[in-house]
């Protein structure tokens, strides 16, 4: 999957994109991240990509010349026919697992990254395709809802985790939280291993942790059962547990 991200923060992406599990799907050819720094379409001598607003108050708009610029020469005039443009905004609607699988069935996707107060509305209008809020609170900048984006995105393609499964039983895939892990040893400070993950029976062990997922969620999120496909013990199972 290809990636166009649109910043004026450009140095902030290699860390985090060159560690790790992205790292592998980069080197295995999985995903490509291109990184374009909006500064170097800004066409004045001290390339400048920030304004004042119109109307006064505070702070700075992003300028909408080096964002078109930006964005027309390394994807093309029309943005719809090569493919998404999703703003990062906190004003976008609000991610998660459903739009990460969505999103992810995309062969190309660009990301631009807002700054300073807002940017000029005509960028929003009339270049951005999509608008994506990480959650309800508020960022210096749309680069670390990118990275996050990428990252939820990229782990979802085939072969990028190690287990082919690995995204299968994560919380929020099944609409409910994640059941509890342990690993060796088995007991530490004292504190033991669930006896049913040491016993082997792997129909108990599924089991098990269907209705811890099924408790976890009732006691932390309950507002996910609203909405998560539950079968008929399942639902038996939360009747119990109330
Ligand atoms: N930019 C600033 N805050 C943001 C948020 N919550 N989500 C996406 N982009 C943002």
Not at 29 to 40: A, C, F, K, S, T
Not at 101 to 124: K, M, N, T, V
Not at 126 to 133: A, N, R
Not at 196 to 201: A, C, Q, T, V
Request: with cysteine; glycine share 8%.
């Amino acid at each position: 999957m290809e990636f166009d991200v649109f910043t004026l923060l450009p140095e902030v992406f290699p860390p985090y994109l060159e560690s790790s599990i992205l790292q592998r799907a980069h080197q295995r050819g999985l995903i490509d991240v291109r990184i374009h720094n909006i500064r170097d379409w800004a066409s004045d001598r001290h390339h400048v990509t920030d304004d004042v607003p119109y109307g006064g108050g505070g702070g700075m708009v992003m300028k909408p010349e080096p964002v078109f610029a930006a964005v027309e020469s390394v994807l093309g005039a029309g943005p719809e026919a090569c493919c998404p443009l999703i703003l990062l905004t906190p004003q976008g609607r609000v991610f998660n697992q459903t739009i990460a699988y969505e999103l992810s069935r995309q062969p190309r996707l660009a990301l631009l990254c807002g700054r300073y107060e807002g940017i000029d509305e005509r960028i929003r209008e009339h270049l951005v395709t999509d608008e994506v809020s990480i959650g309800d609170y508020v960022l210096t900048g749309g680069e670390l809802p990118a990275l996050i984006l990428i990252d939820a995105v990229s782990r979802l393609l085939p072969g990028v985790l190690g287990d082919p499964d690995g995204a299968f039983d994560d919380s929020h895939a099944s609409g409910l939280l994640e059941y509890p892990h342990y690993t060796r040893p088995p007991e530490f400070r004292g504190w033991g291993v669930p006896e049913i993950l040491l016993s082997g029976n792997h129909a108990q062990i599924d089991r098990w942790r269907r209705e811890q997922s099924l408790a976890r969620t009732q006691k932390r999120r309950p507002d996910l059962l609203e909405k998560a496909p539950l079968n008929e013990k399942d639902k038996q199972y939360l009747e119990k547990l109330n």
